[in-house]
């Protein structure tokens, strides 16, 4: 029968599905890392886009057939280089072992293997190139690249995989499922509308990912050596609640769940997703029954079911921590819930801090937007006490990005013995105060005296090309044509109608090489987006993990960095830099670590900014506070400096 939709007032919701959900049936998106490398089973048929994001990003790629030779004819492509990027990573990096293992299963020998190598320095970005294969088999794809000096401005960059598969069922969990955080003792496949218990060690690991995205998991732990002796002391969310003063504990510092003896049982390590409920109870069959569903599966039946070979009491509703669980509290006290924000292969990581009994649910929910209509199914990791893991939540860059977890500044091996008082800003640790200073002090030395902070978590962008001037005097407030070579101007970055995208400061290393450097990420993609609709040739890399600063302000802070910073003859010094200008400058010697000496902060003191690549940060900071004691130099987290940029009416975004 045919259908006239004319006829019909449909009012559809079309929510927006975020990441892997979002994408077409069969299709498949992976991000290949600046300066890495993924490895994906590839089959007959399947169609392969490899997106040049940034542009100006080459890419090595190999492949092997399933006898484990050495062959890109199954992608209908013949080698043209030698594989050096892939083999050097391969051969020096850690972070690859369960790669290697799969190549090893394989019997793949990747130390004499040959690649095709495309993409260049002229590459515009979003340029994508398309593969057909041919023959079942393995590829890995790299994004080759080097060490970036403050003075270069060569940049890796980040490459984008589609792949359509012509089989929808190939891969699909081994896509969906993320790859060990390490060698696992357990792991447990919790199917949907169920849950199962298990035990676990003191100090051992749990993962509970949601493999497929927007699936709830109820978890509960209970103390093993009580519960031998017939006592029930398992994590009461209402205690951990009071204890860590909000609405669930994060990695950090207000990181474990309590027992109603005020005992810890777990820590949160890791958590990518960020959003959970700990107000609610498990599911619960008076719930279905209430809105009419008789029967119905729900998680605290299944606990019942699974804690009672350990002689747990059975209970109507359970008491739990619900992962993934989206809810909030409005303005009319009323608790709701939405569709979750977890996306395929987000996690949580607990550490059980003793011996410990614990359930896992995979919540039967399909009547409401707790699962998104669709229940799946849960999965459990258990890792050794062995392990280390750092703490760390997940950042995304946009809706669509894939998440990261947060990370270490090239300065936090010294930051981190002073404090612990850390907060995650857009993906990075940074100080909020330190022991033995706290706010005040360290408001009051910047004032008085001198300070130090790390604010490495600022966004880069590297902006290149001839038309580079163009697009910034376009995009920014200001006009960028009056800037000079070695000048800095503060900025606002607006989309055409006036709407404050973010602000940031322009620095002019050339004619056609800027650098920009603000606090959101979004302003690499606004500034190629506008780059792309003017028909511009500029190119916009992302460089913040390339340039990691230091912050120096007070009055004495250029009697500090005067005793530590070579500059050459023909660029000013510390002592001849004037207000927004920079030089590239050495650590003492012109052997020295470089460094992008700035004339800027954002204190309303006189001070600078020194930029160093990551391997030289703690070089920078030793030789920093080596010298800082004679000003008796002093830390400063971001505590004290929200009251001085406050003070010197600076805004920040987001306040």
Not at 27 to 32: A, G, K, L, P, T
Not at 42 to 50: A, E, H, T
Not at 161 to 177: G, H, T
Not at 626 to 648: C, Q
Request: charged share 25%; aromatic share 12%.
């Amino acid at each position: 029968m045919q259908l006239n939709l004319e006829n019909f007032n449909i009012r559809s919701t079309n929510p927006y599905l975020a990441g892997p959900n979002g994408l077409a049936p069969g299709e498949e998106r992976y991000i290949v890392k600046a300066q890495g490398l993924i490895g994906i089973e590839i089959f007959k048929g399947d169609i392969l886009s490899i997106n040049n994001i940034e542009g100006k990003q080459e890419c090595e790629i190999v492949t092997f057939d399933n006898e484990g030779k050495n062959n890109l004819g199954i992608i209908g492509l013949k080698q043209n280089s030698e594989a050096k990027f892939i083999k050097l990573i391969l051969s020096n990096s850690s972070d690859y072992k369960f790669l290697i293992s799969k190549l090893k299963k394989r019997k793949i020998d990747f130390y004499n293997t040959k690649s095709f190598n495309f993409f260049d320095s002229e590459t515009a970005a979003g340029t994508t190139k398309e593969l057909t294969v041919l023959e079942n088999g393995y590829i890995i794809i790299a994004s080759p690249g080097k060490i970036m000096l403050v003075d270069k401005q060569d940049t890796a960059s980040e490459l984008e995989v589609k792949i359509q598969r012509k089989n929808n069922i190939n891969n699909k969990l081994e896509y969906f499922l993320p790859d060990p955080l390490a060698d696992t003792k357990e792991e447990y496949l919790i199917k949907d509308s169920t849950a199962l218990a298990f035990e676990v060690k003191e100090g051992d690991f749990i993962q509970v990912i949601d493999i497929y995205g927007q699936q709830c998991s109820d978890f509960m732990a209970f103390g093993a050596t009580q519960l031998q002796k017939g006592k029930e002391f398992s994590i009461d969310t209402t205690v951990t609640r009071n204890i860590v003063g909000g609405a669930y504990p994060m990695p950090g510092l207000f990181s474990k769940y309590f027992d109603k003896n005020q005992d810890t049982l777990v820590e949160v390590i890791q958590d990518t997703c960020g959003r959970h409920d700990t107000y609610g109870t498990a599911c619960t069959l008076k719930y279905y029954e209430d809105m009419g569903y008789f029967g119905h599966p729900n998680c605290s039946d299944n606990y019942n079911g699974q804690l009672e070979p350990f002689g747990v009491e059975k209970r109507k509703g359970w008491n739990a921590i619900n992962l993934f669980f989206n809810t909030s509290i409005d303005a009319t006290n009323v608790l709701f819930s939405d569709i979750p924000w977890s996306r395929p292969g987000d996690y949580v990581l607990f550490q059980a801090q003793k011996d410990l009994v614990s359930v896992s649910s995979a919540c039967p929910c399909d009547v409401d937007a707790a699962n998104g209509w669709n229940p799946t199914d849960i999965y459990v990791r258990v890792y050794s006490k062995k392990n280390v893991f750092s703490k760390a939540t997940g950042y995304r860059k946009n809706a669509n990005s894939d998440f990261m977890l947060t990370k270490e500044t090239a300065f936090h091996k010294r930051t981190s013995v002073m404090t612990k008082d850390m907060m995650d800003s857009v993906g990075f640790w940074i100080p909020n105060k330190y022991n033995n200073y706290g706010t005040i002090e360290e408001y009051t030395a910047c004032r008085n005296n001198v300070v130090v902070m790390d604010l490495s978590s600022l966004r880069k962008f590297e902006i290149l090309g001839p038309d580079a001037e163009e697009l910034m005097n376009t995009a920014l407030t200001r006009n960028v044509k009056k800037l000079a070579n070695g000048q800095v101007v503060y900025s606002a970055l607006c989309y055409e109608n006036g709407t404050m995208i973010d602000d940031g400061t322009l620095y002019k290393l050339g004619d056609t090489n800027f650098r920009w450097i603000c606090g959101n990420d979004y302003s690499g993609e606004w500034l190629r987006e506008l780059g792309k609709k003017l028909n511009l040739k500029v190119w916009i890399k992302t460089s913040t993990d390339q340039l990691h600063n230091l912050s120096v302000q007070g009055p004495n802070s250029r009697k500090l960095l005067s005793k530590i910073i070579w500059t050459p003859p023909a660029n000013p010094d510390v002592n001849d830099l004037k207000w927004f200008h920079f030089s590239i400058s050495r650590i003492h010697d012109h052997l020295g670590a470089p460094v992008m000496l700035s004339r800027t902060g954002y204190t309303g003191e006189l001070g600078f900014e020194l930029y160093c690549h990551p391997k030289d940060g703690l070089k920078v900071w030793d030789a920093l506070w080596e010298a800082g004691k004679e000003f008796n130099l002093t830390p400063m987290g971001f505590n004290a400096l929200d009251m001085l940029r406050t003070e010197a009416g600076l805004i920040l975004g987001g306040n």
